[in-house]
């Protein structure tokens, strides 16, 4: 799990690679569109690299929690005590996303997109269940995605005087992605939840009334992705079976991991339910699962059952302390880039080479990364919530 959640926290940082800056400096090169592609998210329907990193860091919160429970089971703790921590962890992981986005703001910015946020707000539930038959869980996870699809099914589509416009929403935009037929139900800001946060964000102080969200987010997806968290939840209960061989709890996650993909897939080329990563469709649930299921049973193939651990230490220090570099690299990276130029001269990077001078300094903001990683955990520190 450490190696699995590392390997997602470095992906969300190499976002300061800038692969989209060099693809376009070397137009034509396959290579880099392709990187450049997969370090970015699709704007609306499909699926990128990129776009599985929250899915996992959400779908890896529910593999964990068997594991917290059982540990703080065996320190003594009541089941009152772990509620109120439980609900202690949830109200700050919704208040850091919030400080998150407010970082540059002038003032506190009341959004609940953000991954922390969309998880704490999941998170109480999924502690719930965590106590309940792995056939409750199923149910749960079944009802939350049927109970969500038949939401957006069932709300009327706007009327064909609606001007997607008045919603941040270009006409060029809407011709490239925009949705047709019954899958338009789950268009970008045009659809129930939109409708929601219109009338719940504004219930927060603003500096002025909010309309849309430009990239069409939505606050009430915490609810598609307390269904990934309990997919990760389901997982990590077949891994803790002490009854089952590593063979057989391996065929069942690739199982699932196949299974997902297909039925997601199924459901988004026939318009049932397009896998839109955005706003957390419930194939999206499906389909972002499935390759969970099997990035989790490939990094549980090599480190555990074939025991070759030695190469995945890199990512597993990372992964120890997620929180810290999921915070840092929002808050810090500019503070590093602009102390390298200042003690380093303003175009050191550009000595070493022009057209990749945007990955090398990324590179080095990186390693700095990493390095406070194997630090903190040469010195036993681990920042949790």
Not at 49 to 57: A, E, K, R
Not at 87 to 105: I, K, M
Request: proline residues 4%; hydrophobic residues 50%; charged residues 10%.
């Amino acid at each position: 799990m450490d190696a699995y959640r590392g390997l997602v926290m470095l992906l969300m940082a190499g976002e300061m690679l800038h692969f989209g800056e060099i693809s376009n400096a070397l137009q034509g090169s396959r290579f880099w569109s392709f990187l450049a592609h997969h370090q970015d998210h699709v704007d609306w329907q499909g699926c990128t690299l990129h776009d599985l990193i929250q899915p996992s860091f959400s779908f890896l919160v529910g593999v964990a929690l068997p594991w917290s429970i059982a540990r703080r089971r065996s320190q003594g703790d009541s089941g009152p005590g772990m509620f109120f921590h439980t609900l202690w962890r949830a109200l700050a992981l919704v208040a850091l996303g919030v400080f998150l986005r407010s970082t540059h703001s002038a003032q506190t910015r009341f959004t609940f997109e953000d991954t922390l946020s969309q998880i704490g707000l999941g998170y109480v539930f999924l502690w719930l269940l965590a106590w309940r038959s792995v056939r409750t869980q199923f149910l749960a996870l079944t009802a939350l995605l049927l109970g969500y699809w038949a939401w957006f099914a069932l709300t009327p589509l706007p009327p064909p005087s609606f001007n997607p416009e008045s919603v941040g929403v270009s006409a060029d935009w809407m011709k490239e992605h925009g949705l047709s037929g019954f899958a338009a139900h789950w268009n970008k800001n045009a659809n129930p939840a939109h409708h929601f946060d219109v009338w719940f964000l504004n219930l927060f102080p603003r500096a002025k009334e909010f309309t849309y969200n430009g990239g069409g987010y939505l606050t009430l997806s915490f609810i598609p992705t307390l269904a990934t968290m309990i997919c990760g939840l389901l997982a990590g209960g077949w891994l803790r079976r002490e009854n089952f061989p590593s063979s057989r709890k391996l065929q069942m996650l690739a199982l699932a991991g196949f299974a997902g993909l297909a039925v997601g897939w199924i459901l988004d080329s026939t318009g049932i339910a397009p896998v839109v990563k955005r706003i957390w469709t419930p194939s999206w649930v499906l389909f972002s699962g499935g390759w969970c299921c099997l990035f989790l049973a490939g990094f549980h193939a090599v480190i555990d059952v074939l025991n070759l651990r030695r190469w995945s230490f890199p990512l597993q220090i990372v992964g120890m302390n997620s929180i810290f570099v999921y915070t840092t690299v929002h808050l810090w990276d500019g503070f590093f880039k602009q102390n390298f130029k200042t003690h380093l001269g303003p175009d050191i990077w550009t000595r070493i080479g022009s057209v990749y001078a945007p990955m090398i300094e990324g590179a080095a903001v990186l390693f700095l990364f990493w390095w406070i990683c194997l630090y903190l955990y040469r010195n036993k520190v681990f920042i949790r919530l």
